[in-house]
């Protein structure tokens, strides 16, 4: 049972994060995306960083079907505290901006 949730969650992940590459406009970089900018197609336009969000549910899933749950834990984990870093880094950048 496990093993199917796992490789959801991994497939679900890097689909994501495929959709979310496919549906940049022509000629954008693969910086994150600023807060006051959203694109009308693709996930972007609900969630602020779909390739990181894409990334660490695949990382997790890939985790949960290599060592078990605890394993995805971590990791799931880990991805959080990064995109939590990434995000403060952000507004950091945006409060120097203005």
């Known amino acids: 049972m496990m093993t199917w949730l796992f490789g959801a969650l991994t497939v679900g992940g890097f689909s994501l994060c495929l959709w979310a590459f496919v549906a940049l406009p022509v000629g954008t970089d693969l910086r994150p995306v ?4 959203r694109t009308q197609r693709g996930p972007s336009r609900w969630l602020r960083h779909p390739m990181y969000l894409g990334q660490g549910l695949g990382i997790a899933g890939l985790a949960g079907l290599a060592a078990g749950v605890w394993n ?9 505290l990064v995109l939590r870093e990434w995000s403060l880094r952000e507004d950091a950048d945006r409060k120097v901006q203005r």
């Open 72 to 80: 995805a834990l971590a990791v799931g984990l880990l991805a959080e």
């Open 34 to 37: 600023p807060p006051f900018y």
